[in-house]
């Protein structure tokens, strides 16, 4: 299941394409604003990591096959395997056990399955256990192995309903994603920039000494970066105190050190400087609409001037990335 459900989705453009896999958690976001679940809302935009495991689970539980269909196609050949190479052991007349374990890791294996996982189960060795089976009439050997090895089959419990069933194997085909390292199929890089809590746009396990975290810097102040005297939230992005060559403070250093963002990647390393400078539309409007309350979550006071293009439509912004994704 983990292999088919990756192969439905490693051409799907929000696994590799930071920027469109951006719009679906935006619109995730949105729809936890319009259920005014403002709270979770900000949990998630100060815990991106989690907000990007939430939205690509979703989505990749969307693609999960029918667990009933496959589980009936995955019994019936095994079943079948455990067929052929009981059948196989009509021309042995000595050491038939171990002939009947090779020939079913080798149907396991080279057969429809192409499974080494059931394979590497009959890595056994039976040629002492099992000498009297040589006794019994090769049919009766069959009807032994066929019958017992098939019941067990029938006794498994059925895969649970496919929600259920997706949640548990939607980790594990994240991380089949992972450990196989497919430039072409890999999920995002769940670095963030320590100002601004916005996600890395490159791919997951990417060589940062190659190629450095890079991001879309959303407006500070969403994620609580302010002033150091006043404690007013900053509503410019990184990008922008870049070009404006302004400095920050970090909390694990003394209050006096400041640096300046044209310092950015020699401050924090294996980064590039903050020079994309893209509009995050949601980002603005949820700083100009909860601005008291993103205050209040960090203990600080709001941002005193919100830029007017900040105030936007949330319908509107909403209708724009559901274009941009069908698109």
Known sequence: ????????????????????????????????????????????????????????????????????????????????????????????????????????????????????????????DCRDEYQDCDKEEKKEFLEACTTKLIQVIKNQKFPPKKREFAKRLVPKVVQYMKALNDPAALPRCDACCTMCKSLCIEAANHDTK?????????????????????????????SQSYEQNETFRLSNEDENVSHKYRDYAKVFNGWKDPRINEELPLREY?????????????????????????????????RQLQREIQN
Request: glycine share 4%; aromatic share 10%; charged share 25%.
């Open 286 to 318: 949820i700083l100009a609409k909860y601005n008291e309350d993103i205050a209040q979550k960090y203990g600080l006071k709001p941002c005193p001037e919100i830029p007017p293009n900040y105030f936007r439509d949330l319908s509107t912004i909403k």
């Open 1 to 124: 299941m983990v292999l088919k459900t990756f192969r439905g989705i490693r051409n799907e453009r929000w696994l590799y394409d930071a920027r469109f896999m951006q719009k679906h958690m935006d619109l995730y976001l949105i729809d936890l604003l319009q259920k005014k679940e403002v709270d979770k809302v900000l949990d998630y935009i100060d815990q991106p990591k989690r907000l990007y495991q939430t939205v690509l689970q979703r989505l990749i539980a969307e693609k999960v096959p029918r667990s009933d269909e496959e589980w009936r196609s995955f019994a019936s050949h095994v079943t079948q395997a455990i067929e052929k190479a009981a059948l196989a052991t009509l021309e042995v007349d000595s050491g038939r056990a171990q002939d009947f374990v090779g020939q079913l890791r080798n149907e396991f294996l080279h057969g429809y399955l192409q499974s080494e996982l059931l394979a590497s189960a009959f890595l056994i």
């Open 210 to 238: 190659l190629t450095p975290h890079d991001v879309i810097h959303q407006p500070a102040g969403i994620a609580g970066v302010h002033c150091s005297k006043s404690l007013e939230l900053s509503s410019t992005t990184c």
